[in-house]
């Protein structure tokens, strides 16, 4: 299904990193299969999973494409053309049509997925609202929302068993309600972000392969009425928030936070966002603040739970650092290990599987003809597992990152994009992570129930299949 394509050469782009010690462990991922198995594998399951229809040579080539399909689709490995695309030619690389369709019903015309004047607009327009992003200011509120945590935790009955990414939803999205409107969310809300996103990313249709293969361009297709019910379900909470807001703004109350701040841009000629645009810029930023941590995180505590040593290692650091006190906003930087085994989480499971892009107008790809309205395929999951960059891909080494090892190569490390377009808060969701996996494994321990089963399939983040359920140990 998939073949090799001509890409630019560049023999320094192999990374020299000294071999790295690791037990036999892989954690759970698709086995690297021919082209043929992968073929006979979608041919015989009705809607494989897109990461299990991704060939060996998807994980060892700097390009491959898919012969298939409405239009032309390529898969690109190869850092400097990743850099082309995500940078320098990002004008002829806009969000594809298949992810712009796919998230619209919930994010609008957030600045996730807009393009062109519009993006540039409207991210100007946001940057005082990016103020209130900063790590210092939003660490009382984050702290704060993962000591509540930490005591829902403490009330529960020993051997109680919980659904850790439900759990972990709960306390991101606590805290991005509480920097985006300076309050907690509550466990009914909490509730029903978690089921209704959940609902949302197993209807979306950019993780279909039938749809992608199928996909036009110039006719996108219609979401659907599950996909459409969830995103109002999410929508209608931000709405509903963002009413009460101006209702205080209109009786005279002043608000410092990032709701505010978005509710206060002005453009050039001074006009302000209209209501639907503040909600789809809200919603970008309580969707990439709360879903991607909380995914990643999930992965981390399940790979700590299957490797003790780590784990262990993690626990010995905290306890030099913090001693018996409460996590500071200086201790992030000490943390180091904490910090390496998060980074680690979120190469093996980047929040996001698949950047896609369409192509606006012909390029070339090295020798390799890429035609206008082909389907660019940028996998952080694939990138990050690539045998050329990676020693080891497939293993959980923290180690990796530390003071000894190579650093990445620009372009080979992207679990919040690259570019202009990438993720604002990729260090809030360090800070938060290592905040969250502190004041947790310093209490309590997760256990699988059947780690044997635990599959990672790929929705808006990566995500086990059927979510993990753990008892909770406290220590």
Known sequence: MIREATAPS???????????????????????????AIGLRILFQRSPDLLQTLPRDCY????????VGR???????????????????????????????????????????????????????????????????????MREAVHDFV???????????????????????????????SKPIGAERAD??????????????????????????????????ELMRDASILRDLLAAMLDERLGLN??????????????DARDTDGLPFGREKIIDQLAVFFLAGHETTASSLSWAFFMLS???????????????????????????KSLRFTRDVFRESLRLYPPAAFLTRRALHEDQFGRLKVPADSFIVISPWLIHRHEAYWPQADRFIPQRFDANGSAPLPGTYLPFGLGPRACTGATIAQLEASLILCEVLRRFSFVPLNAAKIFPISRVSVRPADGIRCHVEKI
């Open 10 to 36: 560049d023999k320094s782009l192999m990374n020299s990193v000294s071999p790295l010690r690791t037990e036999g462990w892989r954690p759970p991922a698709p086995a690297l299969r021919s082209n043929l």
């Open 306 to 332: 299957q490797q003790p040593q780590v784990l262990e290692k993690m626990r010995d650091e905290i306890r030099e650092v913090l001693a018996d006190r409460s996590f500071e906003f200086d201790d992030f």
């Open 71 to 141: 239009r032309p689709v390529f898969i690109v490995n190869h850092p400097e053309t990743i850099r082309r695309i995500l940078i320098e030619d990002r004008a002829n690389y806009p969000k594809s049509d298949l992810m712009v369709s796919a998230l619209s019903p919930l994010l609008g015309e957030g600045v996730l997925i807009s393009s062109g004047e519009l993006w540039e607009h409207d991210r100007q327009m946001l940057e005082p609202a990016f103020m209130h992003m900063r790590l210092a200011h939003m660490f009382p509120d």
């Open 250 to 263: 209109s009786q005279g109350k002043v608000f410092v936070d990032f709701a505010q701040a978005v509710i």
């Open 60 to 67: 060892t080539k700097d390009i491959v494409t898919v012969p």
């Open 151 to 181: 005591e829902r935790l403490q009330l529960l009955e020993t051997d109680a068993v919980v659904d850790l990414e439900s759990e972990l939803t709960h306390v991101t999205a606590d805290i991005m309600l509480r920097t985006i409107f």
């Open 192 to 225: 029903a972000v978690f089921e209704a996103f959940s609902s949302f990313q197993k209807n979306s249709p950019q993780f279909q392969l039938q749809h992608v293969l199928a996909s036009d361009p110039h006719k996108p297709a219609l979401p659907g009425a």
